[in-house]
């Protein structure tokens, strides 16, 4: 409720009713509604209205951008944490591929390995895309959008090392396969040389001859033993099948790495553009700011001018003043 204070009104002989009524209250509430509504039909209200609305959908507006650019950073950090994890798997993998022992096989371990990153390197792949196109809609001007595509970049450069580690690591698994497999063969060629089974014969018939212990007969069938695992129909199965699957894996990589070059130079063209546009800006600003320096200087150089109108000033508070 809107109140108000009425004066007194003149007179000696209501001196007592005067003072009682200058300490009333009035109920204003009706005026002021119908100044509202007069400003109402005149606008003056509704202007208001739209300046208080429009500074509540500037502060939404801001708080709803650094909300994005706070999830923009999140995913970007969960995106490094899994890059770095899937670095790791990757030396641990070549480790293991550097193994070149026949009989210390590791080709479950190195499978489960290999499978592992692979399916770690797609989902980076997809991630590293649903980011680009978050950054691409989140980014409220061309400083924001620079920002958000040299991280992408930087995210989908170490993707692309990566990706090439591991293709590297199954090229040296490659090459240790086959390098096994020489040694393999090169070891049942030698032991099924028929000048050494000769020999081997001489020396176990000349050692029970002698009455010593049947050692020869030991060694060859030890030797025998380590063949049949070397060539067992399993193992060599095993052995083709891990090379057919690391050559795959090396295929459906080169696919990948072509997929994140691919992506790495269409940012580098988005960046290249933002760059451009943001030099043209510059260049339009400082030209314009060059002008009105020439502008300010030609002004404030033009002495004759600033004397003629003080003296006309002068004139007119000498005659009309």
Not at 192 to 202: C, L, V
Not at 243 to 266: H, W
């Amino acid at each position: 409720m809107l109140t108000g204070y009425t004066s007194s009104p003149r007179g000696t002989g209501s001196s007592a009713s005067s003072s009682s009524s200058s300490s009333m209250a009035l109920d204003r509430t009706n005026q002021f509604y119908q100044l509202v509504k007069e400003m109402d039909g005149s606008g003056a209200a509704a202007e208001a209205i739209a300046e208080h609305e429009t500074g509540s959908s500037s502060g939404a507006a801001s708080s709803s951008s650094t909300a994005a650019v706070a999830q923009f950073n999140k995913y970007a950090n969960e995106i490094g944490v899994d890059l770095h994890q899937t670095q790791m798997k990757i030396q641990e993998l070549g480790r293991l591929a550097r193994s070149k022992g026949i009989f210390n096989d590791q080709s479950a371990r190195i499978n489960d390995f290999t499978a592992d990153i692979k399916r770690d390197l797609d989902g980076l792949s997809q991630k590293i895309e649903l980011l680009q196109q978050h950054a691409s809609k989140s980014a409220e001007s061309k400083q924001a959008l620079a920002h958000t595509s040299g991280i992408v970049k930087t995210l989908q450069t170490r993707l692309m090392g990566l990706t090439k580690d591991f293709k590297d690591v199954l090229e040296l698994r490659t090459k240790t396969l086959q390098q096994q497999d020489r040694r393999r063969n090169m070891y049942a060629f030698s032991s099924s040389n028929p000048f050494q089974q000769r020999g081997g014969t001489e020396m176990a018939d000349a050692a029970s001859f002698k009455g010593g212990p049947p050692s020869g007969f030991d060694i060859e069938g030890g030797r025998e033993e380590q063949e049949q695992m070397l060539q067992g129909p399993g193992y060599l199965n095993a052995r083709a099948n891990a090379v057919q699957a690391v050559q795959r894996t090396i295929g459906e990589l080169g696919q990948m790495f072509q997929k994140v070059s691919s992506m790495v130079y269409e940012q580098d063209e988005m960046i290249m553009r933002i760059d451009s546009d943001v030099d043209d800006t510059m260049g339009h600003l400082n030209e314009g700011q060059n002008q009105l320096l020439k502008y300010f200087h030609s002004i404030s150089g033009n002495r004759s001018l600033i004397l003629k109108i003080f003296a006309i000033l002068i004139c007119f508070v000498i005659f009309f003043v």
